[in-house]
T-cell receptor
Framework: DAGITQSPRHKVTETGTPVTLRCHQTENHRYMYWYRQDPGHGLRLIHYSYGVKDTDKGEVSDGYSVSRSKTEDFLLTLESATSSQTSVYFC???????????FGPGTRLTVL | GQNIDQPTEMTATEGAIVQINCTYQTSGFNGLFWYQQHAGEAPTFLSYNVLDGLEEKGRFSSFLSRSKGYSYLLLKELQMKDSASYLCAGFNNAGNMLTFGGGTRLMVKP
């Protein structure tokens, strides 16, 4: 357990509404990541952060923005949710002997 | 892009040995991870290879050939609880991002 929590764990929303997902860590890790996981696509990186206010895009960043105003929190925002953003979202931190990534429990988002 | 390929599904028998293969483009990756993911749960770290050869961890072993862009995860003495998806992931040269394959769903049958 790398002290990572995600909230909410489940959310159902409607197309066009804004949605913010929160990732919280308690162990002062520098790197944090947001992934989405869909059948047939595995885990795909959306955005990542390498420090407070330092973020960069991943493979599937269109339609998503992130913010990191504190070390412990990394927020993922869907400005105007679409049905294609229905997915399971995982947050991760980088740590360990091999700089492996540890994942939070995930957020299941459904956009109707 | 930097593709990572692995079989979609595999089936094996309890007590047997199974090998899950992963191939990737040799440029752009520095090290390979294997993760296990049970249905409805988060991925958990299994192993990491940065040098060629075999890394053994109990019932699980992972092999890497950097020149061939090839890795495999070997699971011995299969148990029913090993039924899960196994994800292969490449570490980029800067060491700050992982690229995942689509995952291999392993079903262990009695």
């Amino acid at each position: 357990d790398a002290g990572i929590t995600q909230s909410p764990r489940h959310k159902v929303t409607e197309t066009g509404t804004p949605v913010t997902l929160r990732c919280h860590q308690t162990e002062n890790h520098r790197y944090m990541y947001w992934y989405r996981q869909d059948p047939g696509h595995g885990l795909r990186l959306i955005h990542y952060s390498y420090g407070v206010k330092d973020t960069d895009k991943g493979e599937v960043s269109d339609g998503y923005s992130v913010s990191r105003s504190k070390t412990e929190d990394f927020l993922l925002t869907l400005e105007s949710a679409t049905s294609s953003q229905t997915s399971v979202y995982f947050c991760a931190i980088k740590s360990g002997s091999y700089n492996e990534q540890f994942f939070g429990p995930g957020t299941r988002l459904t956009v109707l | 892009g930097q593709n990572i390929d692995q079989p979609t599904e595999m089936t094996a028998t309890e007590g047997a040995i199974v090998q899950i293969n992963c191939t990737y483009q040799t440029s752009g990756f520095n090290g390979l991870f294997w993760y296990q993911q049970h249905a409805g749960e988060a991925p958990t770290f299994l192993s990491y290879n940065v040098l060629d050869g075999l890394e053994e961890k109990g019932r699980f072993s992972s092999f890497l050939s950097r020149s061939k862009g090839y890795s495999y995860l070997l699971l011995k003495e299969l148990q029913m609880k090993d039924s899960a998806s196994y994800l292969c992931a490449g570490f980029n040269n800067a060491g700050n991002m992982l690229t995942f394959g689509g995952g291999t769903r392993l079903m262990v049958k009695p």
